[in-house]
Antibody
Framework: EVQLVESGGGLVQPGGSLRLSCAASGFSFSNYEMNWVRQAPGKGLEWISY????????YYADSVKGRFTISRDNAKNSLYLQMNSLRAEDTAIYFC??????????????????WGQGTLVTVSS | IVMTQSPATLSVSPGERATLSCRAS??????LAWYQHKPGQAPRLLIYSASTRATGIPARFSGSGSGTEFTLTISSLQSEDFALYYCQHYNNWPRGFGQGTKVEIK
């Protein structure tokens, strides 16, 4: 069974930092591209970052570029999001989401077939 | 690319049909997915490539459209279908979601 479990959320002051983790199980994590998506209170979903299987390629939403860094450790089946210079508007539930199997030629990049339940980040003084 | 969903809220009786719309500000070809999201749960992939049901998704869910206009139809609403629904394009970067349509019990 595919499982994605986020952790690391919490209350942080504006300007502070936090590192989120996503533990993956039930599939060959190293074969899959991964993403982070967030949902601010009362708002819709917002894609914020992508990472390739080899970590050579990363993309970010403009709203987090230069402040957030996505990474992964394939040996630990884990995805990470380092969040620096946090702002009140970063308050949200953060989800990790599985993207395509890189080795499946029929798979569409950008389709998120499994998601975690999310971890809440609150930025407030 | 800006994704716009309508209506914001759809009130439907169980057993009735629900039709949700999603419009892209420019063509996304058929690179469009639909997700169902219930509070406190992980979002669930319903449809990708505009019209392909994901694994395990009941046949009452169907998607159509291409270019800039897309539709998600739930043919006969079941109690478990009352939720938020999002469309998402993956035609280019950044990926974009619509603001969501809430399907509620009438």
């Amino acid at each position: 069974e595919v499982q994605l479990v986020e952790s690391g959320g919490g209350l942080v002051q504006p300007g502070g930092s936090l590192r989120l983790s996503c533990a993956a199980s039930g599939f060959s994590f190293s074969n899959y591209e991964m993403n982070w998506v967030r949902q601010a209170p009362g708002k819709g979903l917002e894609w914020i970052s992508y990472i390739s299987i080899s970590v050579n390629t990363k993309y970010y939403a403009d709203s987090v570029k230069g402040r957030f860094t996505i990474s992964r450790d394939n040996a630990k089946n884990s995805l990470y999001l380092q969040m620096n210079s946090l702002r009140a508007e970063d308050t949200a539930i953060y989800f990790c989401a599985r993207d395509r199997d890189y080795y499946d030629p029929s798979a569409d990049r950008g389709v998120f077939d499994y998601w975690g339940q999310g971890t809440l980040v609150t930025v407030s003084s | 690319i800006v994704m716009t969903q309508s209506p914001a809220t759809l009130s439907v009786s169980p057993g009735e049909r629900a039709t949700l719309s999603c419009r892209a500000s420019e063509s996304v070809n058929s690179n469009l997915a639909w997700y169902q999201h219930k509070p406190g749960q992980a979002p669930r992939l319903l449809i990708y490539s505009a019209s392909t049901r994901a694994t395990g998704i009941p046949a009452r869910f169907s998607g159509s459209g291409s270019g800039t206009e897309f539709t998600l139809t739930i043919s006969s609403l079941q109690s478990e279908d009352f939720a938020l629904y999002y469309c998402q394009h993956y035609n280019n970067w950044p990926r974009g979601f619509g603001q969501g349509t809430k399907v509620e019990i009438k």
